[in-house]
């Protein structure tokens, strides 16, 4: 579990440099969203609003402590988990037992391996999951 917090890094050849900014922190689930467009995993929301993400695991619920939060009825206050799988060794979704299901194009799933370009479905909300390249360093 401690390596799902060091799951991103540069890619070969490019510069480093701090281009981060801290996002809006709320306790413990607190993330560092990334300004650099070219950098972490994306959610793009329905309204066009993206989110970067530089680091595993992402929780999504309608409640304030998840590290993306749905103001929608239709979404769980705890609905789903985007981590890396050691196992398969690729990004995954899963589905924390929520009332509503979750979909990857618009197939229910349990769990599922996530490819870049593709659509979640979380109760009546969807997002566009996006995967700039950067890969597991272990």
Same mark, same amino acid.
């Given at each position: 579990m401690a390596r799902l917090g060091k799951l991103f890094g540069r890619k070969p050849g490019e510069p480093s440099g701090d281009k981060s900014q801290t996002s809006k922190q709320t306790g413990d689930s607190a993330r560092r969203a990334v300004n650099n467009s070219e950098f972490g995993l994306k959610l793009?929301?329905? !309204? /066009?609003? %993206?989110?970067?993400?530089?680091?595993?695991?992402?929780?999504?619920? =309608?409640?304030?402590?998840?590290?993306?939060?749905?103001?929608?009825?239709?979404?769980?206050?705890?609905?789903?988990?985007?981590?890396?799988?050691?196992?398969?060794k690729e990004i995954c979704i899963v589905d924390l037992d929520s009332? !509503? /299901?979750? %979909?990857?194009?618009?197939?229910?799933?349990?769990?599922?391996?996530? =490819?870049?370009?593709?659509?979640?479905g979380l109760g009546k909300s969807n997002l566009i999951f996006r995967d700039t390249g950067y890969i597991h360093p272990g």
């Open positions: 793009i929301l329905e !309204n /066009g609003e %993206t989110r970067t993400f530089a680091s595993l695991p992402i929780s999504i619920g =309608r409640a304030e402590p998840n590290d993306l939060v749905l103001a929608d009825d239709t979404v769980s206050a705890n609905h789903a988990l985007i981590y890396y799988d050691e196992n398969v009332l !509503n /299901g979750v %979909t990857v194009e618009d197939q229910l799933t349990r769990k599922n391996v996530l =490819r870049d370009g593709v659509r979640i």
